[in-house]
């Protein structure tokens, strides 16, 4: 019989368990506005996105071609966040009556964090130059994009080159800070796990990053004024729940596993899109 503690996890057992705990969490971000998804789905979902990324960065680590690998993730995620600037602009129609449509980036973060993970890489090789604009550049851009784009668009009322800018970052150029789903914060963990994977004691980034996320949620809510009490910590905000992603991780066995990965590249913008439609469907059955 298969044991996790003799056995471990593979790549592949954990982005199958994140596969199922991303649906539950969108299970209850789509269907919310009914009131009959309890809100245990999101907790769970709070593990998909550190085992996803966890999984990302060692297939970065372990892959035997990264431009092909970037690819993939990169023209999914060029694809859905134009898809999200089209119900920002051009598809107002297909926007739920309530006034939500999904806001799904978490592929456009792993496209930045790749960039800059490649450019830590590039120190560790001494190409300091090339790696140092590598690393730089992807995290500054969203600054550079507003004082030398955004602001003078808006300044000038250039209504065109603010559509076209808008476009940009939210597809082939995205900028992080713009990123509701991933965004800063898991580019900064992402970059943590790949940094503390250089020592030899492989569950030191694991720990590394658990004290992080751990630290940067508390510190988030002190920052906002929010109690630490349970209403918040259970029913408001609940991202430092991801933590508990660490206890999956360690089973890890560093092994890659059998699975279907294309499965998991098209399954994220499919099945995204299919829940919306049909909460569009439940939307207006409900009213």
Request: aromatic share 20%.
């Amino acid at each position: 019989m298969f044991s996790i503690r003799e056995k471990g996890l593979t790549g592949f057992n954990l982005k199958y368990l994140a596969l199922v705990f991303m649906v539950l969490d969108h299970i209850h971000y789509f269907f919310e506005f009914t009131g009959k998804v309890p809100i245990v789905f999101s907790w769970l979902g709070r593990l998909a996105a550190p085992l996803f990324l966890f999984c990302f960065v060692e297939g970065f680590i372990h892959t035997h071609d990264r431009k092909k690998y970037f690819l993939k993730i990169y023209h999914i995620s060029v694809g859905m966040g134009a898809i999200q600037f089209g119900f920002y602009n051009v598809l107002s129609f297909a926007v739920r009556g309530d006034g939500f449509f999904p806001k799904n980036g978490m592929l456009s973060t792993f496209a930045i964090l790749f960039v800059v993970m490649q450019g830590i890489d590039w120190i560790r090789e001494k190409k300091f130059v090339l790696g140092i604009i590598a690393v730089v550049v992807p995290l500054i851009l969203p600054f550079i994009m507003y004082y030398l784009v955004f602001a003078p668009f808006v300044a000038t009322e250039n209504k065109i080159g603010l559509f076209l800018a808008n476009l940009v970052s939210l597809s082939v150029l995205p900028l992080h800070s713009a990123i509701v789903d991933g965004g800063t914060v898991t580019v900064l963990e992402g970059m943590i796990l790949l940094i503390f994977s250089y020592c030899k004691n492989k569950n030191i980034r694991i720990y590394a990053w658990a004290a992080f996320t751990f630290l940067l949620n508390t510190a988030g809510l002190l920052l906002a004024g929010m109690p630490l009490n349970a209403e918040t910590l259970f029913f408001k905000a609940y991202e430092w729940m991801g933590v508990f992603a660490m206890f999956l991780m360690l089973y890890y066995n560093g092994e890659y596993g059998k699975g279907n990965a294309k499965l998991f590249y098209w399954f994220y913008p499919v099945h995204v899109y299919v829940l919306y439609g049909v909460s569009i469907l439940l939307y207006m059955v409900m009213q």
